[in-house]
């Protein structure tokens, strides 16, 4: 201290000798405040002399001069106090009497660690910019408490040259608050300093938990019981691992605030787990404790309560049920699973739900009009437990698929006639009402006919000669109409010989039977037999043609029995020409659903005296105007060309 204050009454000293003449008569005052500072200085020296006088041993971190400390402080503030007085009397100095400290360390950093229960702390610092000559540092350190308060003045740990710009400080408490700054001095009195640096201490790393307890208590917890590490500082918090069978996952429970039991939860059912506890501080985790193994409580999960199944559609159900009632000390469900299969047994299959909360599943892609059977059961994390009662669901109905494999052949080439043979559809769902067969020559009018869902053929009615025909086979259930399986066939082209001048006539007979008397004129070209074609007449076809074969070549009428009289009859006359000598021949029209009168013409009589009309009689689109004798065709209004067909009314 005496040599700092020497060298500041050398400064200045060097500064009143280099101040001109003209201000001389401030020497006086510059004398006295030299005066002051002089005495004081000395009784300074005195008072360190007096003290090193009593043995005084070296400086400690923290040493009690509280008589010494106060006088000399008081005795620095008047120093202080009079050379700036001096220096107001000299007024404005000469640029190079100024003192200008050196500017602070830049990049101050503080780190602190605990080993073996004992912490150090390293401060490292970059040069200031410039670097001045003569350049000391100084680590100034000092204890504070929590709220910052520094309890005991700072001490210098250590001064550095300008080359070494780190520190170590060592011997500290752990888990505590510590203040560090570094200043920077160049030879002269005045000094910069870094902002100070506040740096807590990291605790001991502690040893391990001892006497550790493990229990099961239920299928799915654990309970744990330990004391606190022998070696401790302050615990922060318990860290519990364990894992199942002792393979990974290693899996970890938090202990925190740290205390001294723990319940390991949602763990998996009779399992064996293997366990270990560590404490932790603010500066680490200690090692764990001694490995102990406990196995979880057996759980067999009852079943959910009131399975509920209900049809949505074609391909979807709805199944409901309530979570089942479970005891103190029961296990965790953590979902359910639906097992399901038709009524044929031939695949099994799982629904599983997300998890427990879930007590709704809606069950998709089934077949329709199809029965499932549906069982619930509830299952853990290792396991599933017994189904419940097994429900009963069947889905709404479909409309059938077509109908497979339909073949069409001609059966009968004279008048033509064909047979169709199909197999059922792969999926009926449900039994069948009917097929539904809709067919007639394509793009004209179509004709339905229903058969019986037990058959598999049907023969069509008569057609028409070289003509492409349509059919539109249905399956039919309970729902409706299903896709149809479509087919065309095209009759073959034949030579038929059409006899001239056909009449029909209704006449009674034996047991006052109602008759058609059908009379022709010979064709012009010999027939080994004649085919006579009737049927009923309807504005909306929907009968059958009935055929009657007459062997005899020379025959020129016939008679037909009829069981209900009142009906109107379409009657159509042919002639089968002999093998082997082909005729000029005529394509007959049979009316109705062939549509291409390409059939000898018929002949139409609606009895005596009947008023003639319009008539058509099918969807073949033959138009007939009977004629004022009602029972002849007139040949100006017939609109078949030829005589063969006659219609009795």
Not at 91 to 114: D, F, L, M, R
């Amino acid at each position: 201290m005496w040599n700092l204050l020497g060298f500041t009454i050398v400064t200045i000293c060097v500064c009143a000798h280099q101040i001109s003449a003209q201000r001389q008569e401030k020497l006086t005052a510059m004398n006295g405040y030299l005066k002051n500072i002089i005495a004081n200085a000395q009784i300074m020296q005195a008072m360190v002399q007096a003290e090193l006088g009593q043995n005084i041993p070296n400086p400690k971190p923290n040493p009690v001069y509280d008589n010494f400390l106060e006088a000399g402080e008081m005795r620095l503030q008047v120093l202080e106090a009079s050379t700036a007085a001096l220096k107001t009397a000299i007024g404005s100095p000469n640029k190079n009497c100024e003192v200008t400290p050196p500017p602070p360390p830049t990049n101050v950093i503080a780190e602190s660690a605990t080993m073996d229960n004992v912490s150090s702390i390293v401060v490292r610092w970059d040069p200031p910019n410039p670097v001045p000559d003569n350049l000391q540092y100084k680590v100034y350190f000092s204890a504070i408490d929590e709220s910052g308060y520094q309890a005991a003045g700072e001490v210098v740990f250590r001064i550095c040259d300008s080359t070494q710009t780190s520190a170590s400080i060592t011997d500290l408490s752990p888990r505590s608050r510590y203040q560090v700054r570094i200043g920077t001095v160049a030879g002269v009195v005045s000094e910069s300093s870094s902002t100070p640096e506040l740096i807590e201490t990291p605790d001991i790393i502690p040893s391990m938990p001892t006497n550790v307890i493990m229990e099961a208590i239920s299928p799915n917890s654990v309970a744990l019981k330990w004391a606190p590490p022998d070696i401790a500082g302050e615990i922060t918090e318990y860290v519990i691992y364990y894992m199942e069978d002792g393979n990974p996952p290693l899996m970890t429970d938090v202990v925190s605030p740290p205390g001294q039991y723990h319940t390991v939860e949602d763990l998996s059912e009779g399992t064996r787990y293997v366990m270990e506890v560590a404490a932790r501080s603010n500066n680490g985790e200690g090692p764990k404790s001694v490995p102990q193994e406990v196995r979880t409580i057996d759980f067999n999960p009852p079943h959910p309560l009131n399975l509920n199944c209900t049809a949505v559609n074609k391909t979807t159900v709805i199944l409901t049920w309530e979570p089942p009632v479970l005891l103190a000390g029961d296990g965790i469900i953590r979902g359910y699973n639906i097992n399901y299969t038709d009524s044929r047994y031939r695949e099994f299959y799982l629904y599983k739900t997300k998890d427990a909360s879930i007590a709704t599943a809606v069950i998709d892609n089934l077949e329709p009009a199809t029965m499932y059977y549906f069982q619930a059961s509830s299952r853990t994390r290792k396991t599933f437990g017994g189904g419940g009662a097994v429900v009963m669901c069947q889905t709404k109905a479909d409309a059938p698929t077509a109908p497979r494999n339909v073949q069409l052949e001609l059966s009968r080439i004279e008048p033509p006639q064909l047979t169709m043979r199909w197999i059922p559809s792969l999926h009926t769902y449900g039994p069948l009402k009917n097929y539904t067969l809709h067919w007639g020559v394509k793009n004209g009018a179509l004709r339905k006919e229903l058969i019986d869902p037990t058959r598999l053929r049907w023969i069509s009615d008569f057609l028409d000669d070289d003509t492409v025909h349509e059919f539109k086979l249905y399956a039919v259930n309970d729902v409706g109409f299903g896709e149809p399986a479509i087919q065309t066939f095209k009759t073959p082209k034949r030579q038929t010989i059409v006899p001239p001048n056909v009449t029909v006539d209704r006449v009674k007979g034996d047991y006052n039977t109602t008759m058609l008397q059908v009379r022709w004129d010979p064709p012009l070209h010999p027939v080994q037999g004649y085919d006579i074609l009737y049927r009923k007449f309807e504005w909306v076809y929907s009968g059958r043609w009935h055929l009657k074969e007459i062997s005899d070549p020379t025959a020129l009428a016939s008679e037909i029995i009829v069981n209900k009289p009142e009906n109107s009859f379409i009657v159509v006359v042919q002639g089968k020409p002999v093998r082997g000598r082909p005729p000029h021949f005529q394509q007959p029209n049979f009316g109705g659903p062939m549509g291409n009168n390409n059939m000898g013409q018929p002949s139409m009589n609606r009895g005596q005296g009947s008023p003639g009309r319009g008539m058509n009689p099918g969807p073949g689109g033959n138009q007939m105007n009977p004629g004022p004798r009602g029972n002849q065709m007139m040949g100006g209004q017939n609109p078949f060309r030829n005589n063969n067909m006659e219609m009795q009314g």
